[in-house]
């Protein structure tokens, strides 16, 4: 069969957009009303996502063969597993503005939206920037590697006093582009200024003024989604190296990092309610960084030296699960110590 710019016959390639267009389609319409997930709704929802993205690595196994449903398969679990960090900083992000659990999967979704276009742009960038050489290669091992250093080190920070985020960047640069609001006003991210001069005669507003200027004034949500935003693209400099590590193909990474994301905003609600018990799981991801960062160096030494060693696409997917399994593990067979800390006085 005739293969296209990106290494896949026409048919692969159609599968994947009518699928995801049908993901997303149905994540739009599905948790539109302003309540918080429950547990059993987000447990059900995120096997269903599971099961979406094993439904297309059946078809890559079937219509690609093996090693390519194979590589898959590792991204996506590699992406899933890199996305459980950047999930926690949301929750964090979310605490500090206060926001209130019916209104979170509101900005998850438009987060998630920005991290799908983002991906694209840097996946697109990261193949191409592949093809220079290996010597680029081992240059994303060395951003793998940072990533996994500097999350050694901020180990237990989660436990300190939340990061003050009318600090940064993402927070400051929005308030200069809108007058904002100090209010949530519904689950909206702007409000016009007429509905905010009835707000100004209501005595719990006493003391409240507006901007001389400005039609529309952003509401904490906003700012809050432009933190998140930010937040996720620069994680998406660390995770898109990482799945590179795995294929070249720009359709298996794309797809991979896609189907993870997918699920993501029901996984948030999940992780939040376990995040107490699930103590050991950053480790287990800062061991796979380690891990791809030396298969990225290893590889691109193969292509300098010549040594022919590498290492394969189903010992990569053993790999990453037996890591994430084992942080599962120990989660709960030695809880003691996180449970302490975290009972420390604030």
Not at 117 to 139: D, K, Q, S, Y
Not at 209 to 218: E, R, W, Y
Not at 308 to 327: E, F, H, K, M, R
Request: net charge negative; charged share 15%; aromatic share 14%.
């Amino acid at each position: 069969m005739p293969s296209t710019a990106l290494g896949f016959e026409p048919l692969t390639i159609a599968v994947f957009i009518v699928l995801a267009v049908a993901a997303l389609l149905l994540d739009m319409f599905s948790h539109r009303h302003d309540k918080p997930i429950g547990m059993t709704d987000a447990i059900l929802w995120s096997l269903f996502w599971v099961m979406v993205s094993l439904a297309f690595a059946g078809f890559l196994y079937w219509h690609q063969g093996a090693s390519v449903a194979s590589l898959f398969l590792t991204g996506y679990v590699l992406e899933k597993a890199l996305s459980v960090d950047n999930l926690f900083v949301f929750i964090a992000i979310f605490a500090w503005f206060k926001v209130p659990g019916g209104y979170r999967h509101r900005i998850l979704y438009w987060g998630i939206i920005g991290a799908i276009v983002f991906r694209g742009i840097f996946v697109a960038l990261g193949t191409t920037l592949l093809t220079l050489g290996p010597w680029v290669e081992m240059l994303f091992a060395g951003v793998v590697a940072w990533t996994a250093v500097m999350m050694l080190k901020a180990g237990g920070d989660d436990d300190k006093e939340e990061e003050d985020y009318s600090q940064h960047l993402a927070y400051r640069f929005a308030q200069k582009l809108f007058p904002a609001w100090p209010k949530l006003y519904g689950h909206n991210f702007f409000v016009r200024r007429e509905k905010l001069q009835v707000e100004l005669t209501k005595p719990e507003n006493q003391g409240l003024t507006l901007a001389q200027k400005g039609a529309l004034f952003a509401t904490p949500l906003f700012l809050c989604l432009v933190v998140i935003e930010v937040s996720d693209i620069m994680f998406a400099f660390d995770s898109v190296p990482a799945v590179i590590a795995v294929s070249r193909e720009p359709l298996i990474v794309y797809s991979a990092m896609l189907f993870a994301i997918l699920g993501l905003r029901t996984l948030y609600f999940l992780l939040e309610a376990l995040k107490r018990y699930l103590v050991h799981l950053e480790k287990s991801v800062i061991v796979l960084l380690f891990y791809i960062a030396g298969k990225l160096a290893l590889n691109a030494s193969d292509h300098l030296f010549g040594h022919g060693i590498s290492i394969s696409p189903n010992t990569s997917l053993v790999i990453v699960l037996a890591v994430l399994v084992c942080g599962v593990i120990a989660s709960f067979i030695f809880p003691e110590k996180e449970e302490e800390n975290n009972q420390q006085p604030v």
